[in-house]
């Protein structure tokens, strides 16, 4: 009995010096280390919280929408294939001006050369604003005369050789309107008033029709109103801005 008191005694110097290794031992700890091992429990679980945190906010930056990148201006740095897309855009802008050039120095060429004018006067005549037009028709003049150059002519002036026919777009400022004039080739040479005969114009532009009865001539007396509308004009066989100013057929006729 007096041994086994003496080898407690002798152990416990050394017990409450050390690690307590069972949980019986527990208390045997200081209030300042159990404080410490708090404090230490908490940073971790406050790192472990941070991080999670910095996940969630790593997912969330993943989850942006596309209209987010372009106000934040960070879709440049996610499209890396966008340095090849404007090249292509640049290229088919060079082409696209490289075709209008082209187109309109073929058009004033051709006329030139069927008018025996210079391209410039030729150019100067198609620009120039005349007296009286305002500034909404003459853009839409040039407009409309582009249109024709860049789409059109290219198609219609190789289907109308075929025929014997050259094409022009024409300007009427004073009816505030345009046409396509289809003339034959071999009447080139002759004066405007003798090509003026065998002409095919396809016109739209202001113009008079009557509208009170009918005549016995087949044609609609006055009163008349103007219009601006689409017509054909064929002199050489006397039909004028038709179909609204034809000849109708009266009932004795049948």
């Known amino acids: 009995m007096i041994g086994c008191i003496r080898n407690v005694w002798m152990w416990l110097p050394f017990c409450l010096l050390t690690k307590p290794s069972h949980p019986y031992f527990q208390p045997l700890l200081s209030a300042t280390t159990i404080k410490d091992r708090q404090k230490t429990k908490n940073n971790l679980l406050q790192q472990k919280m941070i991080t999670n945190d910095a996940g969630t906010m790593r997912e969330a930056n993943k989850e942006l929408s596309f209209n987010s990148l372009l106000q934040q201006g960070e879709v440049i740095s996610c499209l890396p294939f966008l340095p090849s897309i404007l090249s292509f855009v640049t290229r088919r802008r060079t082409l696209f001006a490289l075709y209008i050039l082209i187109a309109n120095t073929t058009y004033l060429h051709r006329r030139s050369h069927l008018r025996k004018m210079t391209k410039r006067k030729l150019l100067q005549i198609r620009t120039t604003r ?119 057929r009266l009932e004795n006729d049948f």
């Not at 034959?184 to 405007?192: D, G």
């Not at 044609?219 to 689409?230: A, I, K, Q, S, T």
């Open 130 to 248: 005349e007296e009286g037009v305002n500034i909404g028709m003459y853009i839409t003049n040039i407009v409309a005369w582009q249109v024709f150059v860049t789409c059109i002519f290219p198609i219609l002036e190789p289907l109308s050789r075929i025929f014997g026919y050259v094409s022009f777009y024409y300007f009427y400022p004073n009816a505030n309107g345009c046409g396509i004039i289809f003339e034959p080739l071999s009447v080139q040479h002759l004066p405007m008033k003798k090509r003026q005969r065998s002409q095919l114009r396809l016109d739209w532009h202001e113009f008079s029709v009557n509208v009170g009865n009918i005549g016995r001539d087949g044609f609609r007396h006055p009163p008349c109103v103007v219009r601006n509308l689409p017509h054909l004009d064929i002199p050489r066989l006397q039909m004028k801005h038709w179909p609204w100013r034809r000849k109708h």
